[in-house]
């Protein structure tokens, strides 16, 4: 039986850690709560304010009770994914991941108080 070299089995090792990494199902994991923190603070904070209570903009604010779109997780995702022609929100599919958009649809449905949470939220 011929024995590989310690080395060898390394970098095999190394390489399937690698290819396991990149693989899309590792990707696609939903992004966890403080990520969406990090994001909604990132891209939308600055419209949407702090506590998501935007009332200067019309339809801006998430505390309200009033969602125009909808108010279903992937209702919530189809806005910030593609936005909304004529307003001044804009589409995050090319800035976004799927699972990043998910997650921050469920965290900013968080601001609605009289909205049940998501499954998983």
């Not at 994914?81 to 968080?110: C, H, S, W």
Request: aromatic share 4%; charged share 15%.
């Amino acid at each position: 039986m011929m024995r590989i070299p310690h080395a060898l089995g390394l970098v095999g090792l190394s390489a399937a850690l690698v290819t396991l990494l990149a693989s899309p199902a590792l990707r696609a994991q939903p992004a966890a709560a403080s990520d969406a923190s990090a994001l909604y603070k990132k891209h939308c904070l600055m419209c949407h304010m702090a506590n998501g209570n935007n009332t200067a903009v019309k339809n801006a604010s998430f505390t309200d009770g009033v969602w125009v779109h909808g108010n279903s997780v992937e209702q919530v995702a189809t806005v910030i994914k593609n936005g909304v022609k004529g307003t001044a929100m804009l589409p995050f599919a090319k800035k976004l991941t799927d699972p990043e958009i998910q997650a921050l649809a469920r965290y900013v449905r968080g601001f609605d108080k009289t909205l049940k949470p998501a499954d998983g939220q």
